[in-house]
């Protein structure tokens, strides 16, 4: 008898072990589905965030948004490259994840130790913390498409189908809008420029007229755009210039970027002596005050609208004025325009 309820007690705990051992493995399997499954890294609407802070290597800089475009504050409130601030924000809000490891151990080789890792604080319109992460490594290498990050707080790891740190490449600040004109700013075509003031050049205006309509889709044929010309007004005299030339000249302005941006206290208040009024085909105007000389031969420059002072270099400040011969001939390849402003350069 003792004998029989014995081996009973250890089939019983048998059994037990069994069940237990199976329950501890569906419990591994739930956790390794759950580790594995696609979720959002950061489950936040994008229009809360009104700010950004980025920490980098003992260096930070804030980011604000201002009547929908994002200005960095601390450089003469620069414009901040849509396209960049887009792709960073994009990542961060809009990307999934899968968690890969909650070892404090794997923090070095994920690129997530503070030390190492871009850290970067998304705040509301009153500067309150929504959420705050670390960006480590990228995945497979620094510069590939995913990465390792880690919300501040948590011990979880992260795979992210995105590498918000790309967003970043060059420029400390990161992410400035090098442009005359700051690409944020809602622009159609310029069709028609008004050169007022002191120059050399006889040019007073140059505008875009329509000489052939647009043709729309036939059957059998296909479609085809307006076609143009640039009508030039020079000391009163009205003259019709080389299309391409034209189009140098207005791409040349599209790409042009400033050297430096300076504080709005340098430029003398008021009307200045010249100026260029830029007319796009939606009405809308831009306007360039030219200034006066540096003290190391660069231009002052004024975007009435982005309230931003700028200096250009000797060499793209005179080119903003065209001369005659620069619209009525064609010009050389590569143009002074290319030479000044290539089309393909980087912007850092």
Not at 84 to 91: C, F, K, P, S, Y
Not at 106 to 127: F, N, Y
Not at 210 to 228: A, F, N, S
Request: hydrophobic letters at 40%; aromatic letters at 6%.
């Amino acid at each position: 008898a003792v004998m029989s309820r014995l081996l009973a007690a250890l089939l019983a705990a048998l059994i037990l072990l069994v069940v237990a051992e199976d329950r501890l493995k569906q419990h591994r399997r739930a956790e390794r589905r759950v580790a594995g499954a696609l979720r959002p890294f950061v489950q936040l609407p994008a229009e809360q965030v009104e700010q950004f802070e980025i920490r980098l290597s003992g260096r930070s800089w804030t980011y604000v948004r201002r009547d929908g475009l994002w200005r960095y504050p601390a450089l003469f409130d620069a414009f901040a490259r849509v396209d960049r601030v887009d792709r960073l924000l994009n990542g961060l809000l809009s990307s999934q994840c899968t968690a890969v490891s909650s070892e404090p151990g794997d923090l070095a080789g994920a690129g997530l130790v503070p030390t190492q890792a871009l850290t970067i604080g998304l705040r509301d319109k009153r500067g309150m913390l929504l959420q705050e992460m670390r960006i480590g490594r990228g995945i497979p290498a620094p510069g590939s498409g995913e990465s390792y990050v880690q919300r501040v707080g948590n011990d979880t790891i992260f795979h992210l189908h995105a590498n918000p740190r790309l967003a970043l490449a060059g420029g400390a600040p990161p992410m400035i809008d090098p442009h005359v004109l700051p690409q944020g700013l809602e622009r159609g075509q310029i069709v028609d420029i008004r050169f007022v003031g002191k120059s050399d050049s006889p040019l007073k205006s140059l505008r875009r007229v329509e000489t052939t309509p647009g043709r729309p889709d036939l059957p059998g044929m296909p479609p085809q755009g307006p076609t143009y010309e640039w009508i030039g007004t020079f000391a009163g005299e009205e003259k019709s210039c080389v299309s391409g030339s034209a189009f140098e000249y207005v791409g040349f302005l599209g790409r042009l970027r400033y050297q430096n941006l300076h504080s709005p206290d340098v430029f003398n208040s008021g009307e200045t002596e010249r100026a260029l009024y830029l007319h796009d085909d939606q009405g809308r105007i831009d306007t360039l005050d030219v200034g006066e000389a540096t003290v190391d031969g660069n231009v002052l420059l004024r975007h009435r609208a982005a309230g931003l002072v700028m200096s250009l270099m000797a060499e793209k400040g005179a080119l903003l004025f065209p001369t005659a011969n620069a619209l009525l001939d064609s010009l050389p390849r590569p143009s002074p325009y290319e030479l000044a402003e290539p089309r393909n350069a980087s912007l850092f």
